[in-house]
Structure formats: structure tokens, C-alpha cells
């Protein structure tokens, strides 16, 4: 149950990247972006990652994989688009 409940969790706050990757890209606007907490959270979600392998917990490994490569798509859309 409790492993359901990560799967969840991270299912939920992972898929909230989804419009916004998708508004980056069809509109290919950047401007209201901040690159440093994009640049900061981004390297945060690495770093729960590596966590999430180094104790082999399938919800952290699985939703900050995902994430990772959301929240990453928008940073080097914000770096390449300014």
C-alpha cells in the first residue's frame, strides 16, 4: 500500500509538468521562466533520483526519472530559447 502510494504521488506531481512541456514547446517561449529554479530543480530531481537508486525505491526511481526528463526538456528549451 504504501508503495501505491508513492506510484501515485509521483505519478501526480510528474504528470503536472506535462502542459507546461507542451506550452514550451508548441508556443517555443521560454520568457516567463525562470532559468535558475529550473537549472536548481532540475539538478533537485537528479539528486532524488540517485537517491531513489541507491536505496532501490521503485516510486522515487520511477517519478524523478520521468521528471527529470520533463523538467530537463524545459531547461534546455529555456537555455536554447532565452
Do not use: C
Request: overall charge positive; glycine content about 8%.
Amino acid at each position: 500500500m504504501v508503495t501505491i502510494l508513492g506510484l501515485v504521488a509521483g505519478i501526480l506531481t510528474t504528470v503536472a509538468f506535462v502542459p507546461q512541456v507542451i506550452k514550451t514547446w508548441r508556443s517555443h517561449s521560454t520568457q516567463d521562466i525562470s532559468l535558475a529554479m529550473f537549472a536548481i530543480f532540475t539538478a533537485g530531481v537528479f539528486a532524488w533520483l540517485m537517491y531513489g537508486i541507491l536505496i532501490e525505491d521503485l516510486p522515487i526511481i520511477v517519478a524523478n526519472t520521468v521528471t527529470f526528463i520533463l523538467a530537463g526538456s524545459i531547461l534546455v528549451m529555456k537555455i536554447r530559447n532565452g
